[in-house]
T-cell receptor, first 116, second 114 residues
Framework: GAVVSQHPSRVICKSGTSVKIECRSL??????MFWYRQFPKQSLMLMAT?????????EQGVEKDKFLINHASLTLSTLTVTSAHPEDSSFYIC????????????FGPGTRLLVL | DQQVKQNSPSLSVQEGRISILNCDYT??????FLWYKKYPAEGPTFLIS?????DKNEDGRFTVFLNKSAKHLSLHIVPSQPGDSAVYFC?????????????FGQGTILTVHP
């Protein structure tokens, strides 16, 4: 299957700082990527849809000024958690659609964010 | 509003036996479903999908069954192996297309005992 990478895999930061997470489709181009968040023992919750060359679409309840998404190329989307607080600590996962594969979403390995 | 539900939080099965994971949905607009497997601290891995024009799709040890009238699907793993132990999520794309954003069920933790 298609490969999606995320960087970093784990990050610890101080409250009030900003953290950038990268999501890359390694062997295919993705016009659409998605960002999910998973809290412990809960399901994956969609945060936003990242569209190459245009603004991201955020789900209800997700602060777009806090979670900045940039999809500058067909293989890279970034999520920046601005002014992070302890309640932002979570597992962030991106996915990308491989267009030639029936629309299956392939997920990155995730990024564990811990805000102290 | 939980549109995709996995009512069994966990399932324990003996190696070699069949594992049956269930999923119900409420949105009749869903017409494509996917199953993902997830290990702790990793992203989900795609397993198998099914379109609503079918009632069964098989791939090796994995078979997914869809009952549209009951709005129910199930994933069968035969024979189960210890390496299958993971969290399994069913998911459906919004908007009636396989390219849509996914709504996930709560997940079922499968444990396969040697």
């Amino acid at each position: 299957g298609a490969v999606v990478s995320q960087h970093p895999s784990r990050v610890i930061c101080k409250s009030g700082t900003s953290v950038k997470i990268e999501c890359r489709s390694l062997d295919f181009q993705a016009t659409t990527m998605f960002w999910y968040r998973q809290f412990p023992k809960q399901s994956l919750m969609l945060m936003a849809t990242s569209n190459e060359g245009s603004k991201a679409t955020y789900e209800q309840g997700v602060e777009k000024d806090k979670f900045l998404i940039n999809h500058a190329s067909l293989t890279l989307s970034t999520l920046t958690v601005t002014s992070a607080h302890p309640e932002d600590s979570s597992f962030y996962i991106c996915s990308a659609i491989a267009g030639g594969d029936g629309g299956t979403q392939y997920f990155g390995p995730g990024t564990r964010l811990l805000v102290l | 509003d939980q549109q995709v539900k996995q009512n069994s939080p966990s399932l324990s099965v003996q190696e070699g036996r069949i594992s049956i994971l269930n999923c119900d949905y409420t949105n009749s607009m869903f017409d494509y479903f996917l199953w993902y497997k997830k290990y702790p601290a990793e992203g989900p891995t795609f397993l198998i999908s099914i379109s609503s024009i079918k009632d069964k799709n098989e791939d090796g040890r994995f078979t997914v069954f869809l009952n549209k009238s009951a709005k129910h699907l199930s994933l069968h793993i035969v024979p189960s192996q210890p390496g299958d132990s993971a969290v399994y999520f069913c998911a459906a794309p919004a908007g009636g297309t396989s390219y849509g954003k996914l709504t996930f069920g709560q997940g079922t933790i499968l444990t396969v005992h040697p």
